[in-house]
């Protein structure tokens, strides 16, 4: 797309480059009954906002309630263009999709009794054509509800990212283009407004959700969090998992809500209405199938919006055990290149010296528990001490590097180090590869540990541990445990197939404790396990190490 014309760089786009993902019927009556966007409340006097209108999957449950609403209420439909004008606005970039929402918008009107020309004159007023992000807003609304485009950054263009920078203090790190759209959806809510949400959960847990998560500590309260995990909730499948999340905006000094949480319903009228009407009655009942849970919210950290018993678990282990860190555990990541065709290969087929080439181990060399090595290689630009080499050193790398100049300069770590041009972006240190570690896949559906003896530097797809304090097979045995999921799970988003991501971040957050507490009988089991690769004999020996009861061991087998 050319970035000239910002106004215009997602109007011409794609469904996928806009992120449009289309809402089932039933769960955006759902939304609507948890904002409480319902008939028997005068809507005609409610101003409402969908910032990405698509093809009305929400205007049009909106306009039915509104219609009805308004007849309900003593309101003349002869009357309905100048009366209705102010209560819904609608954004939408895409010409075409704004078409057909407001052709549809219009038959709906008509078919709920409202002139011709008065719908078209509401169908005309309602939608605009324009990037929400930065079309002006006449007004601040009671309600905003919709599914914000999931757009990741690498498909904005420049020009256009540069501007939502400088507008959205939340488009933070890696923020997708979402997260915008949540902060300036909360920002229009009046002094009593709510939003209701569908989107994916990534934000609610990781690093860009961060800043976002702070302004919903600060000025709102989050009420109603549902978790989609595993249910069809759009028309088409998503790589993410979605979440409903409600948060309305909290009067100054006032004690935020209580966040009330279901999990993973079916997707259905019947069983979504009902669950409505538990999530908002004025008193929770103990058959709901709903939990309340206060402190969700708190300044940037991560929501942790589990069961009850979970959370209970897992914050006693956080309250009573030290980190993988503090008991001299070292957590990292394998190498990023910037151009692994350049720098790996078959470890023989690198025209380098020996010094200037690593065994590298990647996510294709973990198999059956074990590493099962295919002779690649990666170079290594840098000393032992971490210092860029000098290439005069080095006729045969120099040699190399030179035929792939174009390739390894054209790399954004090259133009911002262009002295070191051939470095790669991660620093390379090679007494790792010399090192014992544990080494972890990124996406898993279970903690996938493997122990690498200390022969073979990881790739950037691996992250690994290695500690100077426990015996890596006995922790290994315990991270090959529920335990380690138990954690993970906890503070990780879940991804398409009920896989986590096992990153260092949420690694980190994994409790155990001091080797020197641990007794030489648990520890020859905890080897011997791990040696074996007997899961099941893990999950024994880690259950004794952590002291769990009964119940707390049926909460780890189920995480």
């Known amino acids: 797309m050319d970035g000239s014309d910002p106004g215009r760089q997602l109007s011409t786009a794609s469904a996928d480059e806009r992120g449009a993902v289309f809402t089932r019927r039933e769960v955006v009556d759902f939304i609507l009954d948890l904002v409480g966007y319902t008939e028997e409340r005068d809507l005609a006097q409610v101003a409402l906002l969908e910032p990405s209108a698509g093809h009305a999957d929400f205007l049009l449950p909106i306009i039915g309630r509104l219609v009805r609403s308004y007849v309900s209420h003593g309101g003349d439909l002869t009357d309905a263009a100048l009366e209705l004008g102010r209560t819904i606005r609608a954004y939408e970039v895409h010409s075409p999709s704004l078409d057909t929402a407001r052709a549809a918008v219009v038959s709906e009107l008509v078919r709920l009794g409202v002139r011709q020309d008065a719908a078209e004159a509401l169908g005309r007023e309602w939608l605009v054509c324009a990037d929400f992000l930065l079309a002006p807003l006449p007004h601040a609304f009671d309600v905003v509800v919709g599914n914000p485009p999931y757009v990741r950054q690498e498909l904005i263009p420049d020009g256009l990212l540069r501007l939502y920078r400088g507008r959205f203090k939340t488009l933070f790190d890696r923020a997708d283009l979402y997260i915008p759209f949540y902060e300036r959806c909360l920002d229009a809510l009046s002094p009593s407004g709510v ?126 055990l030290p980190t993988l860190e503090e008991c001299g555990c070292k957590v990292g990541i394998g190498v990023a290149t910037g151009n692994d065709g350049v720098y790996i290969g078959p470890m023989d087929d690198l025209d380098v010296e020996p010094s200037r080439k690593l065994p590298l181990v990647r996510t294709q060399d973990l198999l059956g528990g074990a590493v099962q090595w295919r002779g690649k290689g990666v170079l290594n630009p840098f000393e032992d001490d971490g210092r860029v080499v000098d290439l005069a050193h080095y006729p045969r790398l120099a040699a190399y590097l030179d035929t792939h100049a174009g390739a390894i300069k054209a790399r954004h770590v090259a133009k911002k180090n262009p002295d070191r041009w051939f470095r790669t972006i991660d620093r390379i240190y090679p007494a790792l590869a010399e090192t014992p570690k544990l080494l972890v896949p990124d996406i898993k559906g279970d903690a996938h540990i493997v122990y690498e003896e200390g022969k073979l530097y990881p790739h950037h797809n691996l992250y690994f541990i290695t500690s100077e304090q426990w015996d890596l097979r006995a922790l290994q045995a315990v991270l090959m445990s529920g335990v380690a999921r138990l954690f993970v799970g906890t503070y990780s988003t879940t991804m398409r197939g009920g896989f986590l991501r096992f990153q260092a971040q949420y690694l980190r957050r994994i409790r155990v404790p001091q080797w020197e507490d641990v007794s030489p009988p648990l520890r020859q089991a905890l080897r011997e396990a791990a040696i074996g690769g007997d899961r099941e004999a893990a999950n024994r020996a880690t259950f004794a190490l952590y002291g769990l009861n009964e119940a707390e061991r049926a909460i780890v087998a189920a995480a």
């Open 195 to 320: 939003l209701g949400f569908i989107c994916t959960d990534r934000w609610t847990k990781n690093k860009y959700g961060g800043p976002l998560r702070a302004m919903v500590s600060e000025q709102f309260s989050l009420t109603h969090f549902v978790d989609l995990v595993d249910t069809p909730a759009f028309l088409s499948d998503v790589m993410t998992y979605p979440a409903i999340t409600v948060i309305a905006r909290t009067k100054a000094k006032s004690k935020p809500r209580p966040t009330r949480i279901a999990y993973r319903p079916d997707i259905s009228a019947e069983v979504l209405g009902s669950l409505a009407r538990a999530m908002t009655a004025a008193k929770l009942g103990t058959a709901a199938g709903v939990v309340e849970m206060a402190g969700v919210v708190s300044g940037p950290e991560p929501w942790i919006l589990h069961q009850p018993d979970r959370l209970a678990l897992v914050r006693r282990l956080e309250e009573t």
